[in-house]
């Protein structure tokens, strides 16, 4: 199913505008059957998850998160759970996780 950039929330938005703003492509919505995750960059094999500020259920996130780096581990070896909700925050949030990527951080 495509969405269009309305029907993401707000915290997709601003995640989506930090990627683009820091110059890295990605895949919004992206399947890895059964699972669709919020972003996924195959550059660095990373999965973004808008969480909002409260997250998800971590037993559910956490049980996915260990299926998506089992069965795809060839293609996510990073999973990155964004909670900011402002532009800054969730700025100052990927970028943090993306350096700690960039160094190795598993």
Known sequence: MNLLP???TSQE????KCLSNFGLRYEQQYEFFP???DFFIPEIAAVIEADGIH???SKRDAARDLALRTTYSS???YIIHIKALT???VSAAL???LEK???GWD
Do not use: M
């Open 6 to 8: 309305k029907d993401y």
């Open 13 to 16: 938005n601003l995640i989506a």
């Open 35 to 37: 699972y669709t995750v």
């Open 55 to 57: 997250g998800h259920l």
């Open 75 to 77: 293609k996510v070896k």
């Open 87 to 89: 532009y800054a925050k």
């Open 95 to 97: 970028s943090e996780a």
């Open 101 to 103: 990527v960039s160094y």
